[in-house]
């Protein structure tokens, strides 16, 4: 029998079925996300309160301290509370919203690192340009590009799947994941499934070309250095960088950008996890270290 999208609720599974090793999850999580907090909201302030830090490259990695807060405040909380109990019922509607979220988040994160290249680009191929081009009114345009880009892959993603049909068991794991969610319709999800590939896909190819292009050119643009101390200064400036993407980047492709998730939830909910609690943890780590 088939349930109006709008009526149904859907049942969340926890982690794990061990009570033991729950309430050893739920430390490990919860330390996990106060330090991504603190850590990511530490940096916000930093760098608004200092002047030093007032420079373009900053404003980036502030605006990505904030997506970071907010992606992990999507997604652990409630699996924090999912760690106590075996199934847990949550609303369509909770559910599309928590989704809606997560897409907003995620899709600006790849937008902001790829502002990020740009950024790196103009300050190592055009440094005497660099305060021009990357103009205050030029940064904000930057960023409010990179939260437009995620509204709109929210909207057409989750209104296509709200004209879904769903049958029982309405069951996911241990939240809102958008290729699982689709993957519980009773009609044909085939044109949802192209939109969320076509809509991620877009965002990563776009924004992963940027970073290529704009990293060969700062790779020529360094070679063309002819003292080694300065090319390791220009390296070390992108190194931080080039590690938060590739962590970014390659579970996001590898979690999204697959066709059908039927066959291997297992190994997706373990990488979902290092996606939404490990990586936001991360950038602070990667980010400071080298200050």
């Not at 909201?41 to 907010?70: A, E, K």
């Not at 949550?90 to 994160?109: D, N, R, Y």
């Not at 892959?153 to 709200?162: A, G, L, P, R, Y």
């Not at 080694?228 to 979690?255: E, I, N, P, W």
Request: charged share 5%.
């Amino acid at each position: 029998m088939e349930n109006s999208s709008t009526l149904i609720d859907l049942i969340l599974l926890g982690v794990t079925d061990n009570p033991q090793l729950g309430v050893l999850l739920f430390g490990v999580f919860l330390i996990v996300y106060i330090v991504t907090v603190l850590g990511n909201l530490g940096l916000v302030v930093l760098i608004g309160v200092s002047p030093c830090l007032h420079t373009p490259m900053y404003f980036f990695l502030s605006n990505l301290s904030f997506l970071d807060v907010c992606f992990s405040s999507v997604m652990i909380p409630e699996t924090l509370a999912n760690l106590f109990s075996k199934l847990q019922a949550v609303s369509f509607l909770g559910c599309v919203t928590q989704m809606g979220l997560f897409i907003i988040f995620a899709s600006a994160e790849c937008n902001i690192l790829a502002s990020m290249a740009y950024d790196r680009y103009t300050a190592i191929c055009h440094p005497l340009l660099y305060h021009i081009t990357m103009s205050r009114v030029r940064r904000l345009k930057l960023v409010a590009g990179c939260y437009l880009g995620g509204l709109d892959n929210m909207v057409s993603v989750t209104t296509s799947i709200t004209q879904l049909s769903f049958c029982q068991p309405h069951v996911l794991p241990h939240f809102c994941d958008i290729p699982l969610l689709s993957a519980l319709a009773c009609s044909d999800p085939w044109v949802t499934q192209i939109l969320i590939v076509g809509c991620g896909g877009f965002t990563l190819i776009t924004s992963i070309m940027v970073i290529l292009v704009s990293y060969l050119s700062v790779l020529m643009t360094i070679l063309r250095i002819p003292s080694a101390s300065g090319r390791q200064k220009a390296f070390s400036t992108c190194a931080s960088h080039l590690t938060a993407v590739g962590l970014y980047y390659g579970t996001t492709m590898y979690t999204y950008l697959q066709p059908s998730q039927r066959g291997s939830q297992a190994g997706n909910q373990m990488v979902s996890v290092f996606y939404a609690m490990v990586i936001p943890v991360l950038n602070p780590l990667i980010y400071s270290l080298r200050n």
